[in-house]
């Protein structure tokens, strides 16, 4: 039996308000009662019924992506500049410190922390820094004894075996870990090359592949140093045996497969250096293509990578310009902007360090000379390099020795001791200031020294 209620309303009546009032009840259906059905339905015993007044929840699952954490560390070198300030740039950072000191809040903020910083010497004073708690009490704490192990070997995949003169890592932490490794045979007239010629071939290793070089650089001449571009680390920038700058563009091969590049630009035999170039450096600038160049000819040369027909500016490494002092040939160059764009420090083929200011250049050209007596090293300077936490102290590696001095002191303020074969090369440890390394040739293979000139 189907039960419908017609409700018929007009068309104009439609969206007024309802009025609802009270009205009697109204019977619309009676269904009466009766025993017809009752053989169609059968009593359910017991009878249960359930009522349930939470809302309906549904669940569902789904992977998300995993999210990889991991511990690091940062070296906080600068402090906050404004973005249109180029902290590596000492004409910008001068000339916006210069408009800060003359703000009238700089003079405030710098009386006010003048108490500060008294009452903090004052504590200084107070306390001995440097007591010692536990004289006497030598503990070892190691759990076991300092030793290294061998991750890779790269191995020059040349028939004859040559030297790695240089090696350069690459300068961007992001990127895979590459280096660039320059190979040369520096004996003058080597009997291996009698009757062949001397291979050229230099290389870029990738750490994860030590097999086979990720790129073969084809020089005109073998390489002697090879520096990647800092600003630009798909360029490389190269010195020769035979004294000419070459400059490589990764992204131009122009050679006959992917992995071999030749040099993008070259310098011109004439205009170049006249013995082999030791060293290489990219400078401050702000297009990012100006190197330094030294070789054992005496001559500091500045380049342009966009032209290399000829050096920017060029300047002869003698002791006195103004009574013909002598000339000096550079082995090995340091250049770090922290210590001042315009200043370059040379260690040469005789033993005497070298620094260079251009920005002092009516003076002997610029050239300061440390000792040339006592001080000085018996032989040629392999190596010269900065301190990083200290750009005033320097680190240089010559003959049996290693010697540390400043740039206030003519004098080397520590010498190691006289060791029993050559230093090849050294550096400081970027993570702890006081920490060096050292390298020598002994008749039985290569060693690796660790030094802590504070204990």
Same mark, same amino acid.
């Given at each position: 039996?189907?039960?419908?209620?017609?409700?018929?309303?007009?068309?104009?009546?439609?969206?007024?308000?309802?009025?609802?009032?009270?009205?009697?009840?109204?019977?619309?259906?009676? =269904?009466?009662?009766?025993?017809?059905?009752?053989?169609?339905?059968? @009593?359910?015993?017991?009878?249960?019924?359930?009522?349930?007044?939470?809302?309906?929840?549904?669940?569902?699952?789904?992977?998300?992506?995993?999210?990889?954490?991991?511990?690091?560390?940062?070296?906080?070198?600068?402090?906050?500049?404004?973005?249109?300030?180029?902290?590596?740039?000492?004409?910008?950072?001068?000339?916006?410190?210069?408009?800060?000191?003359?703000?009238?809040?700089?003079?405030?903020?710098?009386?006010?922390?003048?108490?500060?910083?008294?009452?903090?010497?004052?504590?200084?004073?107070?306390? !001995?820094?440097?007591?010692?708690?536990?004289?006497?009490?030598?503990?070892?704490?190691?759990?076991?004894?300092?030793?290294?192990?061998?991750?890779?070997?790269?191995?020059?995949?040349?028939?004859?075996?040559?030297?790695?003169?240089? /090696?350069?890592?690459?300068?961007?932490?992001?990127?895979?870990?590459?280096?660039?490794?320059?190979?040369? /045979?520096?004996?003058?007239?080597?009997?291996?090359?009698?009757?062949?010629?001397?291979?050229?071939?230099?290389? /870029?290793?990738?750490?994860?592949?030590?097999?086979?070089?990720?790129?073969?650089?084809?020089?005109?001449?073998?390489?002697?140093?090879?520096?990647?571009?800092?600003?630009?680390?798909?360029?490389?920038?190269?010195?020769?045996?035979?004294?000419?700058?070459?400059?490589?563009?990764?992204?131009?091969?122009?050679?006959?497969?992917?992995?071999?590049?030749?040099?993008?630009?070259?310098?011109?035999?004439?205009? %170049?250096?006249?013995?082999?170039?030791?060293?290489?450096?990219?400078?401050?600038?702000?297009?990012?293509?100006?190197?330094?160049?030294?070789?054992?000819?005496?001559? @500091?040369?500045?380049?342009?990578?966009?032209?290399?027909?000829?050096?920017?500016?060029?300047?002869?490494?003698?002791?006195?310009?103004? %009574?013909?002092?002598?000339?000096?040939?550079?082995?090995?160059?340091?250049?770090?902007?922290?210590?001042?764009?315009?200043?370059?420090?040379?260690?040469?083929?005789?033993?005497?360090?070298? @620094?260079?200011?251009?920005?002092?250049?009516?003076?002997?050209?610029?050239?300061?000379?440390? !000792?040339?007596?006592?001080?000085?090293?018996?032989?040629?300077?392999?190596? =010269?390099?900065?301190?990083?936490?200290?750009?005033?102290?320097?680190?240089?590696?010559?003959?049996?020795?290693?010697?540390?001095?400043?740039?206030?002191?003519?004098?080397?303020? @520590?010498?190691?001791?006289?060791? %029993?074969?050559?230093?090849?090369?050294?550096?400081?440890?970027?993570?702890?200031?006081?920490?060096?390394?050292?390298?020598?040739?002994?008749?039985?293979?290569?060693?690796?020294?660790?030094?802590?000139?504070?204990?």
């Amino acid at each position: 039996m189907e039960l419908a209620h017609l409700y018929v309303k007009k068309r104009r009546e439609f969206g007024k308000h309802c009025k609802f009032a009270a009205v009697p009840a109204e019977l619309l259906e009676a =269904i009466p009662v009766t025993d017809a059905y009752q053989s169609n339905y059968i @009593m359910r015993n017991p009878s249960i019924a359930c009522f349930d007044t939470a809302p309906h929840m549904s669940e569902h699952e789904a992977n998300t992506e995993r999210l990889v954490t991991k511990s690091s560390s940062m070296r906080h070198m600068e402090g906050g500049w404004p973005k249109d300030v180029d902290f590596t740039e000492q004409s910008d950072v001068s000339r916006f410190r210069k408009k800060a000191e003359k703000d009238e809040d700089y003079k405030g903020s710098v009386k006010a922390l003048g108490p500060i910083v008294a009452r903090c010497m004052k504590q200084v004073n107070t306390i !001995d820094i440097y007591e010692e708690y536990f004289e006497g009490d030598n503990v070892d704490h190691s759990s076991e004894p300092p030793s290294a192990k061998g991750l890779a070997v790269f191995r020059d995949p040349n028939e004859v075996k040559r030297t790695a003169t240089s /090696i350069n890592w690459h300068p961007d932490p992001s990127a895979p870990v590459k280096l660039a490794v320059s190979y040369s /045979i520096l004996n003058f007239q080597d009997s291996r090359f009698a009757n062949s010629r001397m291979p050229q071939q230099s290389y /870029i290793w990738d750490v994860l592949n030590p097999n086979m070089p990720d790129t073969e650089l084809l020089p005109p001449s073998p390489l002697c140093c090879l520096r990647f571009n800092p600003k630009n680390t798909d360029s490389l920038v190269g010195g020769s045996y035979n004294g000419l700058i070459t400059f490589y563009d990764l992204r131009r091969s122009g050679a006959a497969t992917s992995k071999e590049t030749l040099p993008f630009s070259t310098s011109v035999i004439e205009k %170049s250096h006249h013995d082999p170039v030791y060293d290489v450096f990219w400078i401050n600038s702000k297009t990012g293509n100006q190197c330094v160049s030294v070789s054992t000819d005496g001559q @500091m040369l500045w380049w342009d990578t966009r032209r290399l027909s000829e050096p920017t500016d060029s300047l002869q490494l003698c002791t006195d310009v103004k %009574s013909n002092g002598q000339v000096l040939g550079g082995s090995s160059l340091e250049y770090n902007s922290e210590a001042g764009p315009s200043k370059y420090l040379i260690g040469t083929e005789q033993g005497v360090v070298l @620094m260079v200011n251009l920005k002092n250049r009516k003076q002997n050209n610029g050239i300061t000379v440390f !000792d040339q007596g006592p001080g000085k090293h018996h032989g040629p300077i392999y190596s =010269i390099q900065r301190n990083p936490a200290n750009s005033k102290c320097f680190l240089t590696i010559g003959d049996w020795t290693a010697r540390i001095w400043m740039e206030d002191l003519r004098t080397p303020i @520590m010498t190691t001791k006289y060791h %029993s074969s050559y230093l090849t090369s050294g550096c400081w440890s970027p993570t702890r200031a006081g920490v060096f390394f050292c390298h020598s040739n002994g008749r039985r293979g290569g060693y690796l020294g660790l030094f802590l000139p504070t204990e």
